[in-house]
């Protein structure tokens, strides 16, 4: 039997732009994570050694409740509250917009969070929760939470949650975007038909509209996870992962490692280690799809 | 159980009035058909009742109870769309129940009515499947289940059968009026589909452009059509129309359609004294037109245009000035396009209306 070889001439220039620009990048990641500087195959050394490092989990931090915990962890506290919050919010704004005139133009500023450069929204939540020009300090001053003012991204213990609500803020209209349009595909017979069984606007919601959505959020919550599991940007020019390592996360931290500390093999684990994170999410994604 | 009575009903849509002063009464246990053409408000009457839309003008009363300001949920209908809106994520059985569990009804009495309705509809097969792993005809059913599981005071239909192929529809037609007899709800019925109207109906509320033309029974609307759009619009083959002049003859009224003339009988001087010279529109139903191969006394000469045998009878085409008119013919005959042909139109079956307003005369 002679293979037919014509199809493969066909992917042939994609695939080599896939082997130099993707495939030879994360096998070259992967394999320097296993190695000594001086390139040596040293098994999990890297890996024992970067993980027992209290940037990247902080125990005493963890069990005494004080930041930094370890950027680990903070991605994990950033999950915890950003993806609920900001899948919520988006759901339920989608909900409320529906059916109100000119609610487009309510969606399209909201959705500007989501256009804007990653680094210019980093720099508007640093202002945002200055302590002399931050709308966050002006709102606790206007309802008589005058003692609390100070520049939230400047102190451990608020650092990093002030970074993680201002990401609610800059990523809400993806979720608010995807259900929109989510509500949209949905035929009004259905809500007819229900009203008309009986059914009052909750149970429509969790009996009809949410059921039907699920598609969409399966969308927006695995993309959002990948979003938080890679987050960088925001980080970098807010706070720079600090004060004291207090807002560090996994890709800044892979980034200090290789360009502060010049230790690429321990930089490549935690790049080895956020791949499979996103990979695992990406495939749950995948094979759910696939499925329906 | 019980009676509908829409007073006055008008609804705009913009600069559109879909439904305009309509007004019917539909009694306990009846089951009436709202018929008419596409975009004539059917749909819109119907959702007005179900409070789907909310009336610009007009009362509606369910039960005697005046339901205006009233949400669907409370009304106590129960309605079966024309796609039938299956909640494509449930399964059929969850389908049948979701009237009853947002009711929060005792999950024992749910299943037990969700069963005697699929035995009912003999779709008890089919409970663990989902919508789209069903056939129309079975889908239309589980819409129907869905509507009978809570013994709803009124059904309202749009067009349930219109998704279904023909001979399923007509199986449907006969199950569907059984059931609502043997039910015993009242039931208000959409279809444009005249034939659907007339066989399931008692009676017919004929629409168009948003306003009632008649009201009555499947052989009121048949024998004595008000006007000239019910006329044409409720019969298969539609009547056939020839434009004419009243005129007198020694004490005879004649109609001249021009091609022929017709001498009325006495009887019909009474209505049409002083009406000498009126513009009318002479109609007649194409199975009352009588037709000869030879002349014979009052018979009018015309050409056969095309046949159409329908197995046992014909529906005969032939021109008369210029224009087709259709006859039907029990049973069979030989005929070519072009032969001549000679057509009788019995005067104890022609309707006459008024050209100007449409309105029938006799
Ligand atoms: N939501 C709406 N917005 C604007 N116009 C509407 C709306 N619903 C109906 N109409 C208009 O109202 C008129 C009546 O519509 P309706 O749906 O009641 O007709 P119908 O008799 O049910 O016709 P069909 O047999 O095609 O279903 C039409 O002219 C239609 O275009
Ligand atoms: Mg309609």
Redesign the pocket.
């Given at each position: 039997m002679k293979l037919n070889l014509t199809p493969y001439f066909f992917i042939l220039p994609a695939l080599i732009l896939i082997i130099i620009f993707v495939l030879y990048p994360i096998s070259a990641t992967i394999s320097l994570s296993f190695l000594s500087p001086e390139g040596y195959f040293v098994g999990f050394d890297n890996y024992i050694r970067v993980l027992s490092r209290r940037e990247v989990i902080n125990y005493d931090g963890i069990l005494k409740g004080y930041f930094p915990m370890g950027a680990i962890v903070h991605n994990a506290i950033w999950i915890l509250i950003h993806l609920p919050l900001s899948t919520l919010l988006g759901l339920v704004l989608a909900v409320l917009l529906q059916n109100v005139k000119g609610s487009s133009i309510i969606k399209s500023i909201i959705f500007l969070g989501m256009v804007t450069p990653l680094i210019v929204g980093g720099i508007i939540i640093r202002f945002t929760f200055d302590r002399e020009v931050g709308v966050v300090n002006m709102f606790l001053k206007a309802i008589g939470l005058g003692h609390l003012v100070r520049t939230w991204t400047m102190y451990p213990d608020t650092a990093l949650f002030s970074l993680i609500l201002g990401s609610v803020w800059l990523w809400t209209g993806f979720s608010l975007i995807l259900y929109s349009a989510g509500l949209a595909m949905i035929p009004k017979e259905y809500y007819e038909a229900a009203k008309i069984d009986g059914a009052s606007s909750m149970q429509i919601f969790f009996r009809i509209t949410l059921p039907l959505l699920k598609p969409v959020t399966t969308t927006v919550v695995t993309m959002t996870l990948l979003w938080e599991l890679k987050i960088f940007d925001i980080v970098y020019v807010a706070t720079y992962g600090g004060p004291g390592g207090a807002s560090n996360v996994l890709a800044l931290l892979m980034y200090f490692l290789a360009f502060r500390s010049l230790d690429f093999n321990a930089s490549s684990v935690i790049a080895t280690l956020l791949t499979a994170l996103t990979l695992i999410v990406a495939i749950v994604m995948f094979k759910y799809v696939v499925r329906k | 159980m019980a009676d509908v009575k829409v007073k006055n009903l008008t609804k705009r849509?913009?600069k559109?009035i879909?439904?305009n002063k309509v007004s019917f009464d539909v009694k306990d246990k009846e089951f009436v058909v709202l018929l008419?053409?596409?975009?004539?408000?059917?749909?819109?009457?119907l959702r007005l009742i179900a409070g789907l839309e909310r009336p610009d003008e007009g009362e509606i009363y369910i039960g005697g109870r005046l339901v205006n300001n009233i949400p669907p949920r409370e009304r106590d209908v129960a309605m079966v769309f024309q796609n039938y809106a299956l909640y494509p994520h449930m399964t059929v059985f969850d389908n049948l129940a979701f009237p009853l569990q947002v009711r929060k009804m005792p999950k024992k009495y749910i299943k037990a009515k969700v069963e005697e309705v699929a035995k009912l509809l003999k779709i008890e097969d089919l409970l663990d499947r989902r919508p789209s792993q069903l056939s129309g005809g079975q889908q239309q059913r589980v819409a129907l289940g869905r509507a009978l599981v809570r013994e709803p005071k009124v059904f309202l239909m749009d067009?349930p059968l219109s998704n279904l192929d023909a001979k399923l529809r007509v199986y449907m037609r006969a199950e569907l009026k059984r059931l609502q007899k043997e039910l015993g709800i009242t039931t208000i019925y959409?279809t444009?589909d005249q034939v659907e109207a007339m066989t399931m109906a008692d009676r017919i509320v004929v629409?168009h452009k948003?306003k009632i033309q008649q009201i009555g029974t499947p052989s009121d609307l048949y024998k004595k059509p008000q006007n000239i759009f019910v006329a044409g619009f409720i019969g298969s083959p539609a009547m056939n129309f020839f434009d004419a002049t009243l005129t007198y003859k020694d004490d005879f009224i004649v109609l001249d359609a021009g091609e022929f003339k017709l001498k009325l009988p006495k009887t019909f001087s009474s209505i049409l004294r002083d009406k000498a010279g009126l513009e009318v529109v002479l109609g007649i139903r194409p199975e009352h037109i009588k037709i000869y191969k030879e002349p014979r006394a009052s018979t009018v000469k015309c050409r056969v245009y095309v046949v159409e045998p329908l197995g046992g009878e014909m529906i005969i085409n032939f021109s008369l000035g210029g224009k087709i008119y259709k006859a039907r013919y029990p049973g069979e005959i030989s005929l070519k396009p072009d032969e001549t042909i000679y057509i009788e139109i019995p005067v104890k079956h022609i309707h006459i209306f008024n050209k100007k307003d449409g309105k029938a005369i006799i």
């Open positions: - | 849509f913009g559109v879909a439904v008419g053409p596409s975009g004539s408000g059917k749909t819109t009457t067009e959409v444009h629409f948003g």
